[in-house]
């Protein structure tokens, strides 16, 4: 069975340093918490708001150990008026026995008003 995991965090600046380090530290995160490793996935989306412009969040993921060949797509956002500024998604398309029900997704930082359904503390 193939799983969607969702994920999203927010930078506080437009820097591909920032680009990088949140989109890894979120990818981890999501990794730990539902036990997966790279060779589990199927794919990843990852999508930007259109005001993040610096730098590719793909590479960060593609710089994680063991991270290198699995298929990794960027795109922007649509820009809709009133959205959460500088946030990045991350959509991971996940082979795994885990329920819908079990899987955790993750957000970070100001992300977290994005779905505080799914949120757990």
């Not at 490793?37 to 730098?55: C, G, L, R, W, Y």
């Not at 991270?67 to 398309?93: K, N, S, T, Y």
Request: hydrophobic share 45%; charged share 25%; net charge negative.
């Amino acid at each position: 069975m193939i799983r969607g995991i969702r994920g999203a965090t927010t930078i506080e600046s437009d820097k591909p340093e920032l680009v990088w380090e949140e989109t890894a530290k979120l990818v981890q995160e999501m990794a730990k918490a539902n036990s997966f490793v790279p060779e589990d996935i199927a794919s990843v989306t990852i999508s930007t708001t259109t005001d993040i412009k610096s730098a590719f969040p793909a590479k960060a993921v593609r710089l994680l150990e063991g991270w290198q060949f699995v298929p990794i797509m960027c795109m922007h956002e649509m820009d809709v008026p009133g959205a959460l500024p500088l946030c990045i998604r991350v959509l991971l398309h996940v082979n795994t026995a885990t329920t819908q029900l079990d899987i955790r997704h993750i957000y970070l930082n100001d992300a977290v008003q994005l779905r505080p359904d799914l949120v757990r503390k």
